[in-house]
Each structure stands twice: as C-alpha cells, then as structure tokens.
C-alpha cells in the first residue's frame, strides 16, 4: 500500500512516493495515480482503491464466479476497469468465444491504462474479445434485460456511493433489480468490497437473487485485512450447484 500522506522524500530506505497523475471524476472529486518505486496506487483522498501489489481478491472476483457458471463462452459485463486485475482473470477464465464489456466511469483510468499501467495490462485491452465503454456501468445496465451472464462490480470501494453518490443507485433496490433483469437465467452477479455489509446481501436476496458471501485475505499472508465478495445467482441452469455450496 502506498500512502499519500507519508513524506515524498525516502523513509527507512523506501523510494519516494510520486504523483504521476490526477483524474477528474464525473460529478466532482478526483484520483490520484501514485508511484513507490515499482508499485502504483490510485487513491481518493487518503484512501487507497486499489494497489499494483495486492489484488488477490480483484482477481478472485472473476476466477470464483468463473467457477460457479457452467457456461464459459457468455458475455461478462465488468464494471470498473481499475489497474486490469479483475479483467486479466475474467479473460483467464472464460474462453476464446466470450465477450467481455468493460464500463469505467473514469476516461482517465483507461490513459493510465495505455500509459503509466500499460505493464500491468500487457496486451488484453487489445484482446478481440474486449470492448471498453467509457460510461457509468448502471447506464450498461439500465439497457436492457437478458443480456449477460455475468456482471462483476468493483466499483467504488464496496456496495455504496464512497467516491461518488451517483453509485448509491447501483446498489439500490432499483438498481440491483435492474442488475437481475440485465442477467439471463442462470447468470451471476458478483460484487467486490474491501470491507463487510450486513444489510447488503438482503437487498440481493429480495431483488431475487441467491446469495452466497465469501470472505478473502486482502492480501496473500494477511491476517487483519479482509474483502468480501457476494454472489448472487439469478435462478436458472447455468449455475455450478457444487461450486456455490463451497
């Protein structure tokens, strides 16, 4: 993790932390992409969103859901396009004939991710299977029903509007409906959160969905810092029974 409210000079033998780059967010505040030695972090405020060194859980959002569809040639919606983690496992784990549709709100993140973090997305925004739209992910989904089997959100830092208010609505009631009409039967809906909601996977569940909630290290070795990912199944038969019951 890297902080931005620690000194820019070197402490203790660590590099200094740079700022490379800033980023407007639509309807007010902005991010800020920084640099300790090899690592990048973006950070709203002093708080950290996601780092180039710990994304354990970022990836197991896409691989965990992956596992509990049988069908692996669908179309995957990603919402938040990050440092590429999430969307690195999703093309992992699904194959050569699925469609992955990434939303990020951000135009920024995706110049970072052609810029200063193009080492960390290799070439999959290049992948044939990838479209990046820059837009609101509840736009995505507001669309129209029956379109993918699988949406996977980490958007914000968990299921509410932290960095933008606009994304209270994603989490709603009324957007998590509209989430489980834009699935189709049998589809997963999977949504990452760097801390725990108790009332969160209610909202699923009287939305429709079948929850199961996972609790994961935030990263390799940690003991005190945890993630939580809720899967909600909308009923139908793509889903892998076993692996849900895990």
């Known amino acids: 993790m890297i902080g931005q409210g620690q000194s820019s000079t070197a402490r203790r033998g660590r590099p200094p932390i740079e700022m490379v780059d800033v980023a407007d967010i639509p309807g007010g505040g902005q991010l800020h992409l920084l640099k300790c030695g090899k690592e990048y972090s973006i950070q709203f405020g002093r708080d950290e969103l996601m780092g180039s060194q710990d994304h354990v859980s970022e990836m197991a959002l896409a691989t965990l859901t992956s596992e509990r569809l049988d069908r692996k040639d669908g179309h995957v919606l990603v919402g938040g396009l990050g440092m590429g983690f999430t969307l690195d496992a999703v093309l992992g784990s699904w194959t050569c004939d699925a469609l992955v549709t990434v939303a990020e709100l951000v ?21 044939p299977r990838v479209s990046v739209r820059v837009v609101d992910v509840y736009d995505i989904i507001m669309e129209g029903p029956d379109r993918f089997d699988a949406i996977l959100l980490d958007v914000d830092n968990g299921p509410d509007g932290f ?84």
Not at 108 to 114: E, M
């Open 107 to 127: 135009p920024q993140i995706l110049v970072w991710a052609k810029g200063p973090l193009a080492h960390l997305f290799r070439d999959n925004l290049a992948d």
């Open 163 to 246: 960095i933008t208010s606009r994304n209270d609505r994603l989490y709603s009631h009324a957007g998590l409906s509209a989430a489980y009409d834009a699935l189709r039967p049998g589809g997963l809906l999977s949504v990452w959160s760097s801390y725990s909601d108790d009332c969160f996977a209610g909202r699923l569940e009287e939305s429709g969905f079948d929850v199961d909630e996972i609790v994961l290290p935030a990263y390799i070795g940690s003991t005190e810092r945890w993630h939580n990912i809720w899967f909600a199944a909308k009923p139908g038969p793509a889903i892998r029974k076993a692996a849900a019951s895990r």
